[in-house]
């Protein structure tokens, strides 16, 4: 069965400093994988997707996710934050298979410091 | 495009009315979907549509009825509202993926916080 886990409830760093939220998934296949922001009051919206090809890819925002099939992982990062990056972020795992349900990770808050 | 639009964004009910929330797409996208969100606990699949007449359950699906006559419109019945269906509800549509049954990424609405009392 697929899952998602995001070990980090809440992160705190300082702006300007760089980001890594961390995401790990089970999947039987190739998963397709993403990265969906909330901000406060705010439906999701979609940061980045993994679904074959360059294991790293690029999002909006400055955001980037590398996929590694030997850790199960699809680790956000962003090189240096900004204080309107403070939201919540969810990671996500889906699959080609039919009857596939795209699944969430309870999600990580991200605090900025000034 | 207005992508996906909920109605309305916030409503107290008292506990036994009944309501519908409201989701529409212009996206043509064949598959959507009903979430709830509660505090640390990510997002619940309540139920979906793969197309027009077509639903089935989602994980947590009691208490709750959808319906899907057209593509664009997935309205969500809440009929005895209790205080546990106290949440904030997500509406979400997304194409097809390569495979009957699968899908690809998802695009949110804005949200209707509801509360139950």
């Known amino acids: 069965a697929q899952s998602v886990t995001q070990p980090d409830i809440h992160i705190t760093v300082s702006e300007g400093a760089s980001l890594e939220l961390r995401c790990n998934y089970s999947y039987g296949a190739t998963p397709y994988l993403f990265w969906y922001v909330q901000s406060p009051g705010q439906g999701l919206q979609l940061l980045l997707k993994y679904f074959s090809g360059d294991t790293l890819v690029q999002g909006i925002k400055g955001f980037e996710a590398e996929f590694k099939r030997s850790q199960s992982s699809f680790n956000l990062r962003k090189p240096s934050v900004h204080w309107s990056d403070a939201a919540e972020y969810f990671c996500a795992v889906g699959g080609m298979n039919r009857d596939d349900k795209i699944i969430f990770g309870k999600g990580t808050r991200l605090h900025i410091l000034p | 495009n207005a992508g996906v639009t909920q109605t309305p964004k916030f409503r107290i009910l008292k506990i036994g009315q009944s309501m519908t929330l409201q989701c529409t797409q212009d996206m043509n996208h064949n598959y959507m979907y009903w979430y709830r969100q509660d505090p640390g606990m990510g997002l619940k699949l309540i139920y979906y549509?793969?197309?027009?007449?077509?639903?089935d359950k989602g994980e947590v699906p009691n208490g709750y009825n959808v319906s899907r006559s057209t593509t664009e419109d997935f309205p969500l019945r809440l009929e005895l509202a209790a205080p546990s269906q106290t949440s904030v509800y997500f509406c979400a549509s997304s194409p097809p993926g390569l495979r009957i049954g699968s899908s690809y990424e998802q695009y949110f609405g804005p949200g209707t916080r509801l509360t139950v009392t």
């Open positions: 549509s793969v197309g027009a007449g077509i639903t």
